[in-house]
T-cell receptor, first 120, second 113 residues
Framework: GAGVSQSPSNKVTEKGKDVELRCDPI?????LYWYRQSLGQGLEFLIY????????KSGLPSDRFSAERTGGSVSTLTIQRTQQEDSAVYLC??????????????????FGPGTRLTVL | GDSVTQMEGPVTLSEEAFLTINCTYT??????LFWYVQYPGEGLQLLLK?????DKGSNKGFEATYRKETTSFHLEKGSVQVSDSAVYFC????????????FGRGTSLIVHP
């Protein structure tokens, strides 16, 4: 079946512009995560959606970052007034089971190919 | 809080060499442990996982054993191939903590012919 898809695959923008990054999770997956991966760095958690619950935004680095998930499916990550330090690969992941049904653990995550953002 | 520590890379090996990538963790609860692999230009994909102590996860010739006594989950492969060149991430999901998985910083593996 179809995996997690992200668009665009590459985005080049000028400093100060707003960008929107899209994630289409696997159908039926209730959990959705956004991460940022800077060059040579590990994964930085940004935001987590679980079903209809309020998202966990604890990883968002500033108020320029926001995300929404419509209808429990597609998610959009928006970065306003982009800065050069926002340049990174933004990864989206989804998983099937809510943690409480997976024995309290996060189920296996399925990652998209990422969006490479370059801010000039 | 939870944390995952991986050996720093890059790890450079010749084809058919033995591979070990060390991973140790700290967790407040009883975590599940994962290894993800990221091939160049791609997202992460699950390589293997283990959910309880002494479990061994295995896939594509890679193995890792959940060692609660040493809080470790080292990744091993007996004979690496050039196609194994990738970045490997150790991760945990803790029943007692946040539902946000904790990832290590990743270890780059380069295999030469």
């Amino acid at each position: 079946g179809a995996g997690v898809s992200q668009s665009p695959s590459n985005k080049v923008t000028e400093k100060g512009k707003d960008v929107e990054l899209r994630c289409d999770p696997i159908s039926g997956h209730t959990a959705l995560y956004w991460y940022r991966q800077s060059l040579g760095q590990g994964l930085e958690f940004l935001i987590y959606f679980q079903g209809n619950s309020a998202p966990d935004k604890s990883g968002l680095p500033s108020d320029r970052f926001s995300a929404e998930r419509t209808g429990g499916s597609v998610s959009t990550l928006t970065i306003q007034r982009t800065q050069q330090e926002d340049s990174a690969v933004y990864l989206c992941a989804s998983s099937l089971e809510p943690p409480r049904l997976a024995g309290g653990h996060t189920d296996t995550q399925y990652f998209g190919p990422g969006t490479r953002l370059t801010v000039l | 809080g939870d944390s995952v520590t991986q050996m720093e890379g890059p790890v450079t090996l010749s084809e058919e060499a033995f591979l070990t990538i060390n991973c140790t963790y700290t967790a407040t609860g009883y975590p599940s442990l994962f290894w993800y692999v990221q091939y160049p230009g791609e997202g992460l994909q699950l390589l293997l996982k283990a959910t309880k102590a002494d479990d061994k996860g295995s896939n594509k010739g890679f193995e890792a054993t959940y060692r609660k006594e040493t809080t470790s989950f080292h990744l091993e492969k007996g004979s690496v191939q050039v196609s194994d060149s990738a970045v490997y991430f150790c991760a945990l999901s803790d029943e007692g903590g946040s539902y946000i998985p904790t990832f290590g910083r990743g270890t780059s593996l380069i295999v030469h012919p």
